[in-house]
Every structure is written in C-alpha cells, then in structure tokens.
C-alpha cells in the first residue's frame, strides 16, 4: 500500500517524487482547493463566524485526484508550505477528503522542510506531526477579518462614493500611507541655505577640501548661512585668512555584516539593487525554492523564502564558516559563528532566514542552470547569506580641523579608508539615499598638527531643503514591517492590488497616488478612521499571532472586532452625499486648488466668474464643477490632461503619429475598457480595418507613451530562436493577456510581465511549462505537419493540425508512438471547435460545494451539496452531447 503525499505545486510534486521510493505516490494541490465564495454570507458573525467555503473546477479535479489516489493508501502525508497558507491548505485537503468519508482508515500526517533537498525531505517524512490548529485558527481570523472588511465596506464606498472599486483591511492602510506622504510633499516648502567650502593645499603640495563649520567664534547651524549675502561674506573671510592644522582625529572603527535575507528583506535589496518588483521577486524565489535542473537532476536552491526569522541552521553555518576560510582565507572568518535575533514589529521567526541550501552551489556554478531573473536573484541570497557570517569591515576614519590665527573661524576636512574590507570583501548592501554611507574611501593627505595650509579656493554653494521621498516599493515594504501591519508573505499582493485598482501608480520606481486613490483615503478617514489607523492595524495583526500562537481564541477576536466595526458601517445608512462631498472637499481642498503667489482665488470659476469650483459626485465617480450649476455648467476631471502630450478630441485621445504610416494613433474606451487605434476608418473602403490592440494592465491608458503604443500596434513581436528546437518565439497580447508563442505552442506570461521588453529567455521558461505536458512525435507522412500528444482537460490526446483524437483510457502520453497516433487521427480524429462559442447558460464552469467551519451547523448543507452535485450532474451530460 503506497503512501500519498500532498504539496502545492507540480514543479515541487516533480522534486520530491524523486526523493521519496516507489512506496509513495506525491500529488499537487495546485494551491488552495477551496475558499469563500466572493458574495455576501460566506461568513456569518450570527453563527459564531461560521464560514461557507466553495470548490472551484480546478479545486474539486484536484480533490478528485487526491480522493481517487487516497481509496487504498495506508497514509495520507500532507506536505504544504511550512507556514499559516501552507497549513491551511492542508486543512482544507483533510476536510475536503473527510467530507468524502475518505479518511476512515487512513492514517493522516502533517510534515514539514524548509527546503527541497534529500535530507531535508527524509528528515520531515521521519518526524510526522498533526495540523497545527492555533495556525489554523489564525488563518480562518484572518480569512474572515478580510472578506468581512472587503465585503460590509465595499458597498459602503460604491454607494457613497461613486466610481471607487473597493477597500481591503491592511491595503487601505497601505494606500493611507502613500496619500499621506504626497500630501507632505505637497505642502513642504523649501528652505534656502548655504556651505562655504574651501580647497587647501599642504605643505607636501597636497589637495584636500574642507568645510566651515564655525565662523567668528559662532557654531554655524544648518540655517545660519541663510542668503547668498551671508555666505559671500563668510566666503570672503575664509578667503583673506591663513588657516593651519589645529587638530588631527583618527578612530578606527567597525562595521558588521546584515543578516541573511528574510522575506521583507529580500523583496526591498532585490528592488534596490536588481530593479525587481516585489511580485517578480517572490515568484522567482519561489522556483529557486521548489527546484531547478542541475545535471539531470531537481534541485532546490535555496530555503523556504516566506520567513520573518533571521537564523540559520548549525549546520548551514558550519558549511558556510568552512566555505569563507577556504575561499577567502582565515581572517575572514570571525573566531566564533555569528548570531542575529530580528528587529522586525511582530516577527515570528517559524523558519530559518533565506539562505543557499548548499553552500557549494556557487553563483557561478549554477549560473548557465538559470534564467537571468533567477541568476541575479540567487547570487543574491548567496552572497547575503556568506557575508553574514564573515569578519566586521574595519575603517579608519579621520577628521582633521583647520584654524585661522584667532582661533574663531574653523573648517573641518573629514576621510576614511577601508583598513581590512571583512564581508564587504563579498557583499555591498544598497541604501534609498545615495548620501548615505556608501564605503566610498576618500583619503586625505598626510598631515601634522601645527602645518601651515594655503588657501587654493573657496566657494559658496546654494542648497535648499528636500522634501520627503515618496515610497519605493522597497521603502514601503520595510515602513508597513516596521509598524507592523500585513505579513511578509503579503506585501507583494498588497501593492499589486494597489495598482491593479487604480488607486496608485509607479513613477520613477516611486508610488503616487491616483486622485481615486486619494478619494479613498480621505472618505475612509473622515469616516471609518480607526480602521485604517496604522496603530489598530498593528494591533489586530498582534491579536493574529496571539490566535497562531494559542494565546487567544479566534472566535473572541472576531466578535470584539465585529461589534465595533458593524456599529460604525451602521452610522454611515443616513449618511448624505452632501456630507461626503463636504469630508473630501475639506481634505482634498489643498490638493485640488493650490494657492496662487498672485492671490487670484484658486476655486473661482472662470466661466461665469461667480462660481466657486468644489468637489462632486456623479454616476462615473468624482469631477469638479461650478456652484451655480445648472446655470453654469463648467466642469472638469479630477486629473487634468497635460496639453502638450495628449489632445482631446470628440472624446479621443490623440497621443502621436505613426512614424511611418504618419496615421495618428489614439486611446479609446471600448466596452471592455481602454484600447489603442492606428488611423480610421475609410469610407472608400469599406474592408480596411485601422489596426487596434488592448492596453495590458500593467501600463496606465492615461499616461501611455507614443513609444508604448507603437510597440503594442506592432505586436506580435519576434524574440528570437529557441535554443533547442530552433523555431521563432514570439511575444503577443491576447484576451487572457501576454504570451508567447512557438509554432502552435502558446506559452503564459505573468500580468507583471511587460509585453514590450520581454526577454528570449523569460519566453523560453514560460513555454517549458507548456512543453512539459505535451510530446512531439514527429511528421505526418501526408503533409510533414508536426503531430503532438498533449495533456488535455478532459484527458490526453493527440493532434495533426485543427484534427484532434482521445488517447484510450489508461494510455499514459510517454507511452505513444507515432504509428499509433496516426492510426487513431484516422480511425477517431475530429476537427476540433474553434474556441468562444456560446454556450447555454444552463451550464456552469464551477462546481460549487459548500462546507463550514466546525463554528458553523447549518440546518441545509446537505441540501446545498445535492444541488450542486445535481447541477454538475446535469452539466457534465450536457457537455458529453455538445462533444
């Protein structure tokens, strides 16, 4: 009897089949195999926050998959994520199979590994545990914590606040960080001062450069030289003097190692130094984590890469301590092993820091194995996780002061040099102020107390006050860690969501918010303020790991924050549109109308001169119109167009022409949102169609470039050759978003992949997963067109063109051959559909299983179940015919 062992994904059932013995059988949950309908009363608070979870088509295959393998095995191991998602999705596996009354003899087990490597796997398998509930709790408060936010304050703001799309619990509060930060920007004014530095010579006929710090026998503040009139002068004082060393400081100092890589971490080093989204950072941490092919076999590079924690295992840092001697000498590695505890607001620290699962396996080694995204992103870890536990860099530094001979004007000159580089030797870690300490060396000249200097030059210098930066995805991310809102696994989601809404856009790597974005936040603080608080946010998230922990009871937490928050929803039935307009209108006030150095009014309506411009709200959402409406009608969008770049014509957006038709290319609104068009229709002739192409979500239709849009009129656009194959790879844009495709084979982008500067080796790793489940057999001996075997949704099956034929039953797609396809295309082949055909509304595309939590006993769900199962009973023969 073979045991069955349950992970999330293929790529990581793929590795560990090899591991375990024929004795075990390993199958992907593909991620969750359930979850909340997303509709009103999958949750309900009257029934002790009972919850209604719902099995999607790809969720009930796999559960059918798993059921099917479960009917005679001994064990049932599941082997998910080492963390809250991961637990819960075995959770959801077992209940799923209990429901099934599938469990009954079957012997379930609950292993954990931090990383995919042979022992690890072998160590897991030998030391089995049960499901953690508390971490299942904490889960479900969770769960329930989001779709009750999302769904009782959606509405709210769809109602009162037209043209918003909706508001989740920690990416609200994100949002309210980044709108905060413009508003400070917006108001800061900047202050003028000035520097006097000089350049002097020494008597070994050396430059060095000096700043003044006291003038006159006055300390200089940083505004104390407020006008060029105060710094000419303090500049001509320094230059009628002679100045001589009155005092020379040296201190050596050290500076130590960071620690290796949590996930928070890595996400914000991989944006400052490789450029990589947060998103694009997980994802591609993710396959290092699950495997990738070293020399014919899987392997996974580094730890599980959803951590908070910043140990190591003993030991990875006896390996790593062995490797730092070997390569790069004994006075590298400091005498006793390094030990770091993590600073982070509510960090759990379940699982060791992100780190090399083999030392051995150098950047270099591994290299030609990866795609580029994965090379720089394991050199990364690497490098982090070696130099953190290599010998402190030491720096001398030194400060040398100069006098004038009264001893009241003074300059101070400052350097260091690198006196033994330690882990900087290997590793540099990046910082958002490019002032800040960098380990440049700037080395002064020799020089004694008591030498004489001349003065070369002396100039005055402007500066003015910065105001503060606006967040980097990297500097966001440590802000939301440092006040403790959300968990590491979840900020590469929170700001997708972000920009997937509108409600933020990136500039320069930096977010600005939408003037929607900012309509959000001022309605959620003028009217549900507590909730989008950062210091309520970091508590619920304490009260969180408390449940996960066993400190509290998950339904306690849920119905202290559901009294509250019902209450204050409750208050906003009687609220008027009026009184919102007032809320937004008082705080957005300053953003909309900027004062004028002339003092003209910034709200008076300019086309009836009577007016006052202020805030409204319409069907489609917010505008600025005229108080004297209906009499003017003067209004205008929130964001204004810049003239210059975008012209308005007849509701068209004109951005350019093509440089080569000359035809303009404009941006329309369609029925499925906005899209681009090269030219016109003619009426000459009537065949001609003016090229069009939809705008991916990744680019703002507002703001796109000519550039852009030329490149998406061109699409599809040629990569190059596949490696192996030698066929042409091609990037396009379809329905379902970017691909790639290879003759007949189409491979899927991520939406985060930029369609315009997709790479040939990002194209070739999105079609391996394609490839994988399917065969070339070869040529047709009638026309030479290739026939295929493929991995199908109802089933294996083969293909010469548009002819497709069903494998029989039990036929595994290694085993076919050529002839034998051949035969069955003859014997069985149909020309297959041409795909978006309608289909009755009768059938439905999910099959949809209600369950509850243990909290909820409902008096109908078996009733539910039978009509589901009825209804996918009835669709399944209805497709059988269609076929």
Not at 323 to 344: M, N, Q, V
Not at 461 to 489: C, N, W
Request: hydrophobic content about 35%.
């Amino acid at each position: 009897m073979t045991s069955i062992v349950v992970v999330e994904s293929p790529a990581k059932a793929k590795t560990i089949n090899r591991y375990l013995g024929s004795e075990y059988t390993v199958i992907a949950s593909f991620g969750h195999v359930r979850d909340l309908p997303p509709k009103d009363g999958s949750v309900l608070p009257d029934e002790n926050f009972a919850m209604k979870w719902q099995t999607d088509e790809r969720g009930a295959k796999q559960i059918a998959t798993i059921a099917k393998a479960v009917k005679g095995a001994k064990t049932l191991i599941l082997a998910t994520d080492p963390d809250r998602e991961g637990e819960a999705i075995s959770w959801h596996v077992r209940s799923a199979l209990e429901e099934k009354n599938l469990l009954k003899n079957v012997e379930v087990q609950r292993v954990t590994f931090n990383e995919i490597t042979k022992s690890a796997i072998n160590a897991a398998m030998a030391a089995p545990r049960t499901l953690d509930q508390p971490l299942i709790d904490a889960y479900l408060a969770r769960r329930a914590l989001d779709y009750l936010v999302g769904f009782t304050l959606s509405p709210v703001l769809w109602h009162k606040l037209p043209g918003s799309r909706s508001a989740g619990r920690v990416q609200s509060v994100a949002l309210r960080l980044i709108c905060e930060r413009e508003a400070e920007i917006e108001v800061f004014k900047p202050r003028e001062y000035w520097s006097v530095t000089g350049t002097f010579i020494t008597p070994q006929n050396a430059n060095f450069e000096a700043r003044l710090t006291h003038l006159e026998g006055k300390k200089l503040e940083q505004f104390d030289l407020a006008n060029q009139e105060q710094a000419f002068h303090a500049r001509d004082i320094v230059k009628k003097e002679a100045f001589s060393v009155q005092k020379i400081e040296r201190k050596r100092t050290k500076r130590h190692p960071a620690p290796p890589f949590t996930t928070s971490t890595l996400q914000q080093e991989a944006s400052r130094k490789l450029g990589m989204s947060a998103q694009t950072t997980m994802r591609t941490a993710q396959q290092l984590y699950e495997g990738v092919e070293l020399n014919g076999e899987t392997v996974g590079l580094i730890t599980y890469m959803r951590t908070d924690g910043v140990t190591m295992a003993a030991e990875a840092i006896s390996a790593i301590r062995n490797h730092i001697t070997s390569a790069f000498g004994e006075d590298y590695c400091p005498s006793r092993p390094r030990a770091y505890a993590t600073k982070a607001k509510n960090a759990q620290e379940a699982h060791e820091a992100i780190r090399p699962t083999d030392v051995i396996r150098s950047p270099e080694q591994v290299a030609h194995f990866l795609n580029n995204e994965q090379k720089r992103l394991y050199e990364l870890i690497w490098k982090r996780a070696v130099a953190s536990q290599m010998q402190s860099a030491e720096i001398d530094q030194t400060a040398i002061t100069l006098s004038d001979k009264t001893g009241k004007t003074l300059l101070r000159a400052t350097g260091s040099v690198i006196a033994f580089d330690g882990f900087l030797h290997l590793y540099r870690e990046s910082y958002d102020d490019p002032k800040s300490d960098d380990d440049n060396s700037r080395l002064l000249p020799p020089m004694a107390e008591g030498d004489d200097t001349q003065t070369k030059d002396v100039k005055a210098e402007q500066h003015f006050t910065q105001p503060p930066p606006r967040y980097s995805e990297a500097s966001l991310v440590k802000k939301m860690e440092d006040i403790g809102i959300g968990r590491p696994s979840t900020y590469a989601s929170i700001l997708g969501v972000l920009r997937d809404r509108n409600y933020v856009r990136l500039d320069n790597k930096r977010f600005m918010p939408e003037d929607r974005g900012r309509l959000v936040t001022a309605f959620l603080t003028s009217f549900f303020e507590r909730y989008v608080d950062t210091g309520f946010t970091a508590s619920l998230e304490e009260q969180l790991d408390d449940i996960s922990g066993g400190r509290a009871d998950w339904h306690d937490v849920m119905a202290n924050f559901w009294r509250d928050f019902s209450d204050t929803v409750a208050q906003t039935k009687d609220l008027k549109i009026s009184d919102v307009i007032d809320a937004l209108d008082k705080d957005l006030g300053p953003h909309f109308f900027p004062s004028h150095e002339d003092g003209v009014d910034p709200r008076a309506c300019k086309a009836c001169g009577t007016g006052r411009i202020g805030l409204k709200l319409g069907r489609h959402g917010a505008f600025l119109g005229c108080s004297n409406y209906p009499e003017c009608k003067f209004t205008r969008p929130l964001a204004l167009e810049d003239d210059s770049q975008i012209t308005l014509k007849e509701g068209i957006r004109v951005i350019g022409s093509d440089p080569e038709t000359e035809e303009e290319i404009t941006v329309r609104r369609g029925p499925y949102g906005l899209y681009l068009q090269r030219g016109e229709a003619r009426a000459d002739d009537k065949k001609y169609k003016p090229k069009r192409a939809a705008i991916p979500k990744n680019l703002d239709g507002e703001s796109i470039t000519l550039e852009q849009a030329i490149g998406l009129l061109s699409l599809p656009r040629t990569l190059g050759t596949h490696p192996e194959t030698g066929e042409t790879i091609q990037a396009g844009l379809g329905r379902f978003g970017p691909f790639v495709k290879m003759g007949s084979i189409y491979g899927t982008l991520d939406k985060d992949d930029d369609i315009l500067t997709v790479g040939l080796n990002r194209a070739v790793d999105a079609l391996a997963r394609k490839l994988a489940s399917m065969r070339t057999l070869g040529p047709h001996p009638k026309d030479g067109e290739t026939v295929m075997v493929r991995k199908g949704r109802y089933g294996p099956y083969v293909q010469h063109g548009a002819i497709m034929a069903t494998l029989p039953k039990d036929t595994k797609i290694e085993d076919v051959t050529l002839e034998e396809a051949i035969l069955l295309l003859a014997e069985k082949g149909k020309v297959s559909k041409k795909s978006g055909r309608k289909t009755s509304s009768t059938t439905k595309k999910t099959t949809s299983k209600v369950a509850t939590t243990k909290a909820e006993k409902p008096k109908t769900p078996r009733k539910t179940a039978t009509s589901s199962k009825k209804t996918t009973t009835k669709t399944t023969k209805k497709k059988t015919k269609e076929s």
